[in-house]
């Protein structure tokens, strides 16, 4: 089971295995609050995408098929593979990310493609 989770949210023991799937650290979040088991940033999307979508929701159909191109190349492809790996290993991981959008940001788009892939 793929979960997705802000940052900001409380952690819970529900949330299993938890993966920060961004390539930028939370802001204002320490290392301790956040209990973290792996920071994964190369699977995130470039710094270069990150900052032409901006969480701009007119983007985001656009976004999404860039950032699943970038999860088919070198390092991000690479980082892909041990998530879906780490996924086999556990019944239940929680993806955090910190966008204050919910519905338009790069975790929605990675759960989805962790779970056609498995």
Do not use: C
């Amino acid at each position: 089971m793929i979960q997705l989770k802000r940052a900001y949210a409380p952690v819970e023991a529900s949330d299993g295995y938890r993966v920060l799937v961004d390539r930028l650290w939370p802001r204002g979040m320490s290392k301790e609050k956040e209990h973290l088991d792996l920071w994964l940033k190369e699977v995130a999307p470039s710094k270069e995408l990150r900052q032409w979508f901006h969480h701009e929701p007119d983007k985001f159909t656009e976004f999404r098929q860039k950032y699943l191109d970038e999860l088919q190349l070198g390092n991000t492809q690479e980082a892909f593979q041990e998530l879906v790996a780490i996924i086999k290993n556990h019944s239940k991981v929680t993806l955090i990310y910190s966008a204050k959008d919910e519905k338009y940001n790069n975790a929605v788009v990675l759960k989805e493609a962790l779970e056609q892939k498995n």
